[in-house]
């Protein structure tokens, strides 16, 4: 009986210890701060009206529970139950300190053993879709030079606007169809 309370017991400290190692913890917290320093930031009205519109688009395609509200400074999906793996989501837009708007998403489940997907790879990924439909004039875009069209779905072009290639990329890895991308582009 003594042998199968010490087993017991060290069984407990095991799962109390945790799995992970300072490695994991330390890239997980890399994560987070580039997700935090990666968060779009929107100067001019048109940016953030793209922007905007990219976040809603995002949060129908990837949130696992449907939109419950959306106004011009908050989309929300509806919350998933108490043990859910589905992915819920809130965005916001808060007036950055200087100028323009930091567009910001909240995304988990409930569930404390994790998700269908990586909160914070998602996280990660919303960032850089809302990026690439704001545009290259964001402030915290790294400036890049266009690559040069290969064939005629390369570049969208309407009124002298236009998406290069990295970005019609961008919006196809995000499961766009074609005539949101154009629809975008022209904006």
């Known amino acids: 009986m003594k042998s199968i309370a010490i087993v017991m017991a060290l069984v407990c400290i095991v799962f109390i210890s945790g799995c992970a190692t ?8 890399d994560g987070i701060n580039q997700f935090r320093s990666t968060r779009p930031h929107c100067l001019s009205d048109e940016q953030c009206r793209r922007a905007w519109s990219g976040a809603q688009v995002w949060v129908s395609q990837n949130c696992g529970m449907k939109i419950q509200l959306a106004t011009d400074s908050i989309i929300e999906t509806y919350a998933a139950r108490y043990g859910d793996l589905t992915l819920q989501c ?15 998403l909240d995304i988990g489940c409930q569930n404390y053993l994790g998700c269908t997907s ?6 990660l990924e919303f ?35 236009r998406c290069n290639t990295v970005q019609i990329k961008r919006m196809r890895e995000a499961n766009l169809t074609p005539e ?4 975008i582009c022209r904006k």
Request: glycine share 8%.
């Open 118 to 123: 990586d909160p914070l790879m998602k996280g």
């Open 127 to 161: 960032n850089q879709y809302v990026e690439g439909v704001m545009g290259e004039a964001s402030s915290s875009s790294v400036a890049s030079k266009p690559e040069p069209a290969a064939n005629q779905d390369s570049e969208i072009q309407s009124d002298d606007k």
């Open 22 to 29: 300072p490695e994991q913890i330390q890239a997980r917290q």
């Open 90 to 104: 809130r965005v916001t837009k808060v007036p950055a300190l200087g100028n323009g708007y930091i567009v910001n």
């Open 180 to 183: 949101q991308i154009t629809d």
